[in-house]
């Protein structure tokens, strides 16, 4: 059974924080890329942070300087720690895992909800 879970979406006033976990299951192997993505009500999902193996990041413009993605390989988990949040970051938060046989795994969600 392969699993992804992202879990630390909470209410957070503007300019808090909040670290987000995804963690998958262990026979989700081979992994190449794990992304976090974000989705407001009406809008397209769109890529906000990424983490290859070897460990280069990437950053969607309107969270660099606030996000920061990292992994424990250890735990198999990659987090997304937010920083300087602004109501404009509130979405439901996905975690996309995808192989290097490019196989693609989804978690199902975390909401974030900033308060202005």
């Known amino acids: 059974q392969v699993q992804v879970v992202e879990s630390g979406g909470s209410l957070v006033q503007a300019g808090g924080s909040l670290r987000l976990s995804c963690a998958a299951s262990?026979?989700?192997?081979?992994?190449?890329?794990t992304g976090w993505y974000r989705q407001a009500p009406g809008k397209q999902r769109d890529l906000v942070a990424a983490i290859t193996s070897g460990g280069s990041t990437n950053y969607a413009d309107s969270v660099k300087g606030r996000f920061t993605i990292s992994r424990d390989n250890a735990k198999n988990t990659v987090y997304l720690q937010m920083n300087s949040l602004k109501p404009e970051d509130t979405a439901v938060y996905y975690c996309?895992?995808?192989?290097?046989?490019?196989?693609?795994?989804w978690g199902q969600g975390t909401q974030v909800t900033v308060s202005s």
């Open positions: 262990t026979n989700i192997v081979n992994i190449r890329i």
């Open positions: 996309r895992i995808t192989t290097t046989l490019n196989r693609d795994y």
